[in-house]
């Protein structure tokens, strides 16, 4: 069935270090694929997207790539700071629904 | 504000009860969604409502019920058939046309 594959679990950075998080789909349909970073006890919040027809999307400090042949998307965060340290959700769309991937608990270290 | 407001943010239930939690939105989007999140879990989808008085199951259905009598209001009652809701309730919502699903800050449920 549809599964999105997401890792690592957890992930420990020093602060100015960069992070990246891997994700991997299974259904060749799916056309969208936004990443979203959830702090603690708070609903998830829209950071980057992407869509299937761009390999590539910067915004400031946060990328995202993709390979459609190889069903993966990955996330970059450069010159991390300790607010960046939350989890991090991947999910890709192929219809309506949202496949969410298991997420990642990132750890900004001072 | 424009935005995705859950009530309460926490909510205590007996065994045996139903509780109905909010959702409420004035971002004009038609389609809204509810997920439950367990402790190092993903999100998964309970129902989800594409326009006024109409919905469909999620993935986890069982248990839970909902109604779109509004544009605006998505509540998700959580009956005492569900046999484990303690959990994080998460609604969201997207404009008609679009992919991008906005998050309401959360209820947690706790059963006593």
């Known amino acids: 069935g549809e599964n999105v594959e997401q890792h690592p679990s957890t992930l420990s950075v020093q602060e100015g270090d960069s992070a990246v998080i891997k994700c991997t789909y299974s259904?060749?349909?799916?056309?969208?694929f936004p990443w979203y970073k959830q702090e603690l006890g708070k609903g998830p919040q829209l950071i980057i997207d992407?869509?299937?027809?761009?390999g590539e999307k910067k915004d400031q400090r946060i990328a995202v790539t993709l390979n459609k042949t190889a069903k993966h998307f990955s996330l970059h965060i450069t010159e991390t700071q300790p607010e960046d340290s939350a989890v991090y959700f991947c999910?890709?769309?192929?219809?309506?629904?949202?496949?969410f991937g298991t997420g990642t608990r990132l750890k900004v270290l001072a | 504000d424009g935005g995705i407001t859950q009530s309460p943010k926490y909510l205590f239930r007996k065994e045996g009860q139903n509780v109905t939690l909010s959702c409420e939105q004035n971002?004009?989007?038609?389609?809204m969604y509810w997920y439950r999140q367990d402790p190092g879990q993903g999100l998964r989808l309970i129902y989800y409502?594409?326009?006024?008085?109409?919905?469909q199951k999620g993935d986890i259905a069982e248990g839970y019920s909902v109604s779109r009598e509004k544009k605006e209001s998505f509540p998700l009652t959580v009956t005492s058939a569900q046999k484990n809701p303690t959990a994080f309730y998460l609604c969201?919502?997207?404009?008609?046309?679009?992919?991008?699903?906005?998050f309401g800050p959360g209820t947690r449920l706790t059963v006593l």
């Open positions: 999910a890709a769309i192929p219809t309506y629904k949202y496949i």
């Open positions: 259904d060749s349909a799916s056309n969208y």
């Open positions: 992407i869509r299937s027809n761009v």
């Open positions: 971002l004009n989007h038609d389609a």
């Open positions: 409502s594409q326009i006024v008085n109409d919905f």
């Open positions: 969201a919502s997207n404009a008609g046309g679009s992919d991008t699903q906005y």
